[in-house]
């Protein structure tokens, strides 16, 4: 438009030379143009002005941004972060085979993080190497459940311990009363206390038990008061007594690696081993005491360990395996099907003591314990 402009007021610049008189209306005429143009220009030049300012506006809102973004993010990260943390604490209260999001492990999966697979129903199990204490295989070791009568391994050696063979122990009415397994006690009748031990550790009785509490302590409640001093004495920080049986009771408890550690301990002393070793006892009077653990004629190196079911635990078990100078205890919790659920853990420690497998399990949660053969 500008040139449009120059190139009138210079027609009209030349007109009012050819024609006399023309000049002020042509000056006047050129100066209108220019006005004309510059007035279109203005607002042009005013719009670009605007644009280049809001620009600038716009470059500082966005560097401000920029500014705050990163410390936002950090806020972020570290709220994520907190709740991943969270998550991994509460998935450790899962059982090993759960994840984080509650699905089950299947498949490929399941067979890495746990060797046994779906072949072994225990809710807890451990496998421990005898000599040395080191777990060699674990499925939620440290879950507490209801102990059965696997807690009378403690009942036993405190007996055995407080006790010699010849003393004599009185059945209360309390004790006569006990539900099954028992040897069926008379009220009254006295007993001497070897036979009363070899009732508990082998026929699993529970008069016996209650028996030989009352006599050792002056009532059960006192008796498993220093049942759960023992357990903490053996290692067992996870176990609380509450009956010298192991019937089902409110706030009674322990773990598959409390019971392999305490069992570990306790097979170190001769003559609780040596009980826990016989098929049979006979009693003064002639009564027959047959073992409960099948292990000693159906499971090749069995050494000893005790049984237990109730509704509330379910089928439990803690027993030691010595093969070629090896030794393993085994501990489980929560079974449905005790006897397959032995053989596998038993035939899978002397394999990793073999070294023809690697322990895969996900949950072992121990290192190697120091080598403690000392007697009690």
Request: glycine share 8%.
């Amino acid at each position: 438009m500008r040139h449009l402009a120059r190139r009138l007021a210079l027609f009209l610049a030349i007109l009012a030379l050819v024609v006399p008189g023309f000049a002020p209306a042509a000056g006047a005429a050129a100066a209108k143009a220019e006005s004309k143009a510059a007035a279109k220009a203005k607002p042009k030049a005013a719009s670009k002005t605007a644009s280049k300012s809001a620009a600038k506006t716009g470059s500082r809102q966005a560097a401000a941004k920029k500014a705050k973004a990163p410390a936002k993010s950090a806020k972020a990260r570290s709220k994520a972060k907190g709740q991943t943390a969270s998550t991994k604490v509460a998935s450790r209260q899962l059982p090993a085979a759960a994840v984080s999001t509650g699905s089950s492990l299947k498949g490929k999966a399941a067979a890495a993080s746990d060797p046994l697979g779906g072949k072994l129903s225990a809710a807890s199990a451990v496998v421990m190497d005898g000599e040395t204490g080191e777990i060699l295989y674990a499925r939620s070791p440290d879950l507490p459940r209801q102990p059965a009568s696997t807690i009378k391994i403690l009942t036993g050696y405190l007996a055995l311990s407080s006790l010699r063979d010849e003393d004599r122990v009185r059945v209360s009415r309390w004790a006569a009363s006990q539900p099954r397994s028992k040897v069926d006690l008379t009220a009254g009748a006295v007993y001497r206390a070897e036979d009363m031990v070899n009732a508990v550790l082998l026929e699993s009785a529970n008069d016996a038990s209650v028996a030989v509490a009352e006599r050792v302590a002056g009532s059960e409640t006192a008796f498993a008061g220093r049942m759960t001093a023992l357990a903490r004495e053996l290692g067992a920080g996870n176990t609380v007594c509450r009956t010298a049986t192991g019937l089902t009771a409110s706030g009674q408890q322990t773990t598959a690696r409390d019971l392999a550690v305490m069992f570990r301990r306790l097979m170190a002393d001769r003559d609780f081993a040596e009980v826990m070793g016989q098929r049979m006892a006979t009693t003064r009077e002639g009564k027959a005491l047959r073992s409960h653990n099948r292990a000693l004629w159906q499971i090749a190196g069995a050494e000893g360990g005790k049984t237990g079911y109730t509704q509330a635990a379910r089928k439990t078990y803690v027993g030691k395996f010595e093969r070629h100078g090896r030794e393993v205890i085994v501990a489980m919790l929560g079974s449905d099907r005790m006897w397959p659920d032995i053989a596998d853990l038993v035939e899978h420690g002397f394999a990793v003591l073999d070294g023809s497998r690697l322990v895969a399990s996900s949950d072992t949660g121990s290192g190697r314990a120091a080598k403690a053969r000392t007697s009690l």
